[in-house]
Nanobody, 123 residues
C-alpha cells in the first residue's frame, strides 16, 4: 500500500521560504516519478512540479518556475519542494503525488496522494 506523508507547511510572510517534504513508502521509490500539486480555496488542484525517478529531470508550472525547486533523495524515499520568494497567491494545500507519468515535459498525477499540508503566505 502506497503511503505519502507530507510535512513542512506553515505560515510565512510574502518573500519568505518554506521547504516541504514527502516521505514515501509502499513502492520502490527510485523507480517512480514524483510530483507536487496544490489546491487553493475554490480552485481546482494544479500540478506545480514533477521529477524523474533518478532526479535528473524536473518540470514546473509557469506560475512557480524560478522560485520553486523539486528534488529527491532516493536513499531516504523522500521528495522535497523548496519554495522561495513566496507570494500570497501561493497559499494552498500542497499535496505530494507518487508514481505519476513523466515524459520530461509534464508530470501527470496518479491516484496516489498524500494528505496535504497547508501553506499560507501573508502579505
Amino acid at each position: 500500500q502506497v503511503q505519502l506523508v507530507e510535512s513542512g507547511g506553515g505560515l510565512v510572510q510574502a518573500g519568505g521560504s518554506l521547504r516541504l517534504s514527502c516521505a514515501a513508502s509502499g513502492l520502490t521509490f527510485s523507480n517512480f516519478a514524483m510530483g507536487w500539486s496544490r489546491q487553493a480555496p475554490g480552485k481546482e488542484r494544479e500540478s506545480v512540479a514533477g521529477i524523474s525517478p533518478s532526479g535528473d529531470s524536473t518540470v514546473y508550472a509557469d506560475s512557480v518556475k524560478g522560485r520553486f525547486t523539486i528534488s529527491r533523495d532516493n536513499a531516504k524515499n523522500t521528495v522535497y519542494l523548496q519554495m522561495n520568494r513566496l507570494k500570497p497567491d501561493d497559499t494552498a494545500v500542497y499535496y505530494c503525488n507518487g508514481a505519476g507519468t513523466y515524459d520530461g515535459r509534464r508530470y501527470r498525477s496518479s491516484d496516489y496522494w498524500g494528505q496535504g499540508t497547508q501553506v499560507t503566505v501573508s502579505s
